[in-house]
């Protein structure tokens, strides 16, 4: 490894730790105003339905998505679980297992 590759390494690390901190060592310090709370509370909804959506179309260039059929049966098992425990680790667990499952029996 030379000592550019290295030092390129060193300084995203950097980076990464300082943007991914800054805002909370920031933010530690002053009181948010009660509508940037109440606004902010909504990120995480939006970011996880993003990533829930991105993973379940297949994008086609020229016509409409298309859908992913594993995913969005893994994803019945995994929702349901949502509704009824509101865990976080039983869902990604229910989820796995889902798509485990779907996957052995597709190979099969």
């Keep these: 490894?030379?000592?550019?590759?290295?030092?390129?390494?060193?300084?995203?690390?950097?980076?990464?730790?300082?943007?991914?901190?800054?805002?909370?060592?920031?933010?530690?310090?002053?009181?948010?105003?009660?509508?940037?709370?109440?606004?902010?509370?909504?990120?995480?909804?939006?970011?996880?339905?993003?990533?829930?959506?991105?993973?379940?179309?297949?994008?086609?260039?020229g016509r409409l998505p298309g859908i992913d059929l594993e995913n969005l049966l893994a994803s019945l098992p995994a929702i349901l679980t949502a509704i009824i425990t509101k865990s976080l680790l039983a869902i990604v667990v229910v989820g796995i297992i889902a798509m485990a499952l779907i996957r052995f029996f597709a190979l099969a």
Aim: one cysteine or more; charged letters at 10%; glycine letters at 4%.
């Design 1 to 61: 490894m030379t000592r550019y590759i290295f030092w390129t390494i060193i300084g995203c690390g950097i980076v990464t730790v300082l943007s991914r901190t800054f805002p909370f060592l920031l933010v530690k310090n002053f009181s948010l105003p009660k509508w940037l709370i109440h606004f902010l509370s909504f990120v995480p909804i939006a970011i996880m339905t993003a990533l829930f959506v991105e993973n379940l179309l297949i994008p086609h260039q």
